[in-house]
């Protein structure tokens, strides 16, 4: 899918391709979006198999079935959730040294320590005796979700040409959810393989690791990051490969701009700063939520689909904001619904834990194709060189830390607001939709070393953080 393109609106013109090398790459690099899906999903399932919780929790299995059991409280068990949100802790120190490890030793080598990582810590879990054992592969999972999240999307965006830059870097979002739908299938047919079924669920994430680890020995470096290296020649030879021409004078010119100024900011982290247990729940058998599960997660993959072809075309903020409208009212038509039709120890009505899936769905589409891919491609693509790996390292590792205390915190909530819970989230998707229209700028289409003139320095509210038309204060003689 050849395609030359330029950039309007003043700005230089990059003459490149969609060549089959920016694909294969991106394609490759994506398969870190697939080991962090795959264990997204894998974990719920296996939390609710029987002989999981026999094994590592038996004070929860006994819980669940307890005849008068709180529908809301089945699953408030600390430990559990530690086995959920210790990933997401571990990810977020892992990123931080992959953030470094990215700049230092480049985005392919990070995207390899992070296979890796991933496969031993499968190991681990597939292995487990007990429950510290079970949390130290959770950790060395982290581990890997925390490097691989930190180099892929930047890899994607730093080798994509602008124009289809949105699209290449949500395949990692689009794996992520493929991930999801291969574990809850996986999990729907383990859960009848009694009694070690969840360690067969547990050990398929050593499967896209190894892909990834196997396929990154044919993926390149980025030039930004050979460049960024000192590697000026390679970096060069390197651009002409992956945009198929010859004629990359402009853009390799601006890579050496941008590293110039890099090489000036010393302290990337200081200028940065200076500026499925739900339908349990309701009601649903163990192989029932699980099916339900597979259903979802399926929509899941279809909707970011929509993502990959439809972000390039309509941009970032209005299928930000079309989201929020359709997350808020799902949302909150699933707090009412559950507010009515679910007590404490009643059993949902058939026809309203149907109704509860299909929002569920519906919610889950919109936030596909909106929130879910973008909330990493655009913080791989808005910061400039000099700060690119430590701005990332701060989106990566806030989006693992608020994932690590909603995973930490979820069943308690969820025992102690009920349905108020699905309330309390909806006042979030209000804030959210608030900053995407008055805070986020549009971002489509533009080189990613552009950023900061025709992004930043032109949006009402951020131009004010930059002080570059300042005049020089000239120093006093004697």
């Known amino acids: 899918m050849p395609a030359a393109f330029a950039i309007a609106n003043g700005a230089p013109e990059f003459s490149a391709r969609l060549t089959t090398q920016v694909l294969v790459c991106s394609i490759i690099a994506a398969f870190g979006g697939l080991m962090f899906g795959y264990d997204i999903g894998i974990s719920g399932g296996v939390t609710s198999m029987d002989d999981f919780l026999i094994k590592f929790f038996p004070a929860v299995y006994h819980k669940k079935h307890r005849a008068q059991e709180n529908n809301y409280c089945k699953y408030d068990n600390q430990y559990l959730q530690l086995f959920t949100s210790?990933?997401?802790?571990?990810?977020?120190?892992?990123?931080?040294?992959?953030?470094?490890?990215?700049?230092?030793?480049?985005?392919?080598?990070?995207?390899?320590?992070?296979?890796?990582?991933?496969?031993?810590?499968?190991?681990l879990n597939t292995a487990a005796r007990n429950l510290g054992m079970?949390?130290?592969?959770?950790?060395?999972?982290?581990?890997?979700?925390?490097?691989?999240?930190?180099?892929?999307?930047?890899?994607?965006?730093?080798?994509?040409?602008?124009?289809?830059?949105?699209?290449?870097?949500?395949?990692?979002?689009?794996?992520?959810?493929?991930?999801?739908?291969?574990?809850?299938?996986?999990?729907?047919?383990?859960?009848?393989?009694?009694?070690?079924?969840?360690?067969?669920?547990?050990?398929?994430?050593?499967?896209?690791?190894?892909?990834?680890?196997?396929?990154?020995?044919?993926?390149?470096?980025?030039?930004?990051?050979?460049?960024?290296r000192g590697?000026?020649?390679?970096?060069?030879?390197?651009?002409?490969?992956?945009?198929?021409?010859?004629?990359?004078?402009?853009?390799?010119?601006?890579l050496l701009e941008a590293t110039e100024l890099a090489k000036q900011n010393k302290h990337s982290y200081r200028n940065l700063m200076k500026r499925s247990m739900l339908f349990q729940t309701m009601g649903f058998a163990s192989d029932a939520s699980l099916l339900s599960a597979v259903v979802t997660g399926l929509v899941n993959v279809v909707s970011t689909l929509v993502a990959v072809f439809s972000v390039d075309k309509f941009g970032r903020k209005k299928l930000l904001i079309e989201a929020v409208v359709q997350m808020l009212i799902t949302q909150t038509m699933m707090g009412g619904i559950l507010t009515v039709h679910l007590k404490n120890s009643n059993a949902m009505p058939k026809s309203y834990a149907t109704l509860m899936v299909v929002l569920i769905c519906l919610f889950v589409s919109g936030f596909a194709w909106s929130w879910g891919p973008l909330g990493w491609l655009i913080p791989s693509e808005i910061f400039p060189l000099e700060t690119r790996n430590a701005g990332f390292f701060f989106a990566v590792s806030t989006n693992m830390l608020f994932t690590f205390l909603i995973a930490?915190?979820?069943?308690?909530?969820?025992?102690?607001?009920?349905?108020?819970?699905?309330?309390?989230?909806?006042?979030?998707?209000?804030?959210?939709?608030?900053f995407a229209i008055f805070l986020l700028p549009e971002t489509k289409g533009i080189p990613i070393d552009e950023m900061n003139e025709r992004v930043w320095k032109k949006h009402w509210f951020w131009k004010r953080f930059f002080d570059d038309d300042v005049p020089e204060t000239k120093p006093e003689t004697a």
């Open 408 to 434: 930490q915190a979820f069943l308690t909530m969820l025992c102690r607001m009920r349905a108020g819970i699905f309330f309390f989230f909806g006042a979030w998707i209000v804030v959210m939709g608030l």
């Open 86 to 123: 210790s990933l997401y802790l571990a990810a977020i120190v892992a990123s931080f040294f992959a953030s470094m490890a990215s700049k230092k030793y480049g985005r392919k080598p990070t995207i390899q320590a992070a296979s890796i990582f991933f496969v031993v810590g499968a190991i």
């Open 231 to 254: 590697k000026k020649d390679e970096g060069l030879e390197t651009l002409k490969k992956i945009r198929g021409v010859d004629d990359v004078g402009k853009e390799y010119e601006e």
């Open 134 to 228: 079970l949390i130290a592969g959770r950790l060395f999972l982290g581990a890997g979700v925390g490097f691989g999240n930190q180099a892929v999307p930047l890899f994607i965006s730093e080798i994509a040409p602008a124009k289809y830059r949105g699209g290449l870097n949500i395949c990692f979002q689009l794996l992520i959810t493929v991930g999801i739908l291969c574990a809850n299938l996986v999990n729907y047919g383990t859960s009848r393989m009694h009694p070690y079924g969840w360690r067969v669920s547990l050990g398929g994430a050593a499967v896209p690791a190894i892909i990834l680890l196997l396929g990154s020995l044919l993926i390149v470096e980025t030039p930004t990051s050979l460049i960024e």
